[in-house]
């Protein structure tokens, strides 16, 4: 279901650029989701699936946590790098740079969402 939510949300963004906004601008945010989404698919290295079904809880959640912090911003690093290099107009490496950073700190909730995932987890989490 949450996957099904995030789809459809990102579906209504494209939406509402194609209604609101200019074909510029439009075609400045589907470069950008070229540019980040091949990056991040890379570095988020399935880190929530892994975490979901760690039943024998082999690592911590601050483990998980942590080496997601660490491809985030080697991704958000790459994204940059690209822009800048890629000879861009300065609006669309604007563009391409925001939707960088909005990847990565999407790619902390992910982590948390492997950790809700994970049913042994919820069962050593100490704030019970």
């Not at 996957?3 to 494209?14: D, F, K, M, P, R």
Request: net charge positive.
């Amino acid at each position: 279901m949450g996957n099904l939510v995030y789809a459809g949300s990102q579906w209504g963004i494209l939406v509402a650029f194609t209604k609101l906004g200019r074909p510029e601008m439009v075609g400045q945010f589907t470069l950008g989701l070229a540019v980040t989404a091949p990056i991040f698919m890379l570095t988020n290295l399935q880190l929530r699936q892994i975490q979901a079904t760690d039943a024998k809880q082999l690592y911590q959640f601050r483990d998980y946590l942590g080496l997601r912090v660490l491809s985030s911003q080697l991704a958000v690093l790459a994204v940059v790098t690209i822009a800048l290099v890629s000879g861009y107009r300065w609006q669309t490496m604007v563009v391409v740079m925001l939707l960088g950073l909005a990847k990565g700190l999407e790619s902390m909730s992910d982590v948390c969402y492997g950790l809700l995932q994970n049913t042994n987890a919820w069962i050593a989490l100490p704030c019970r």
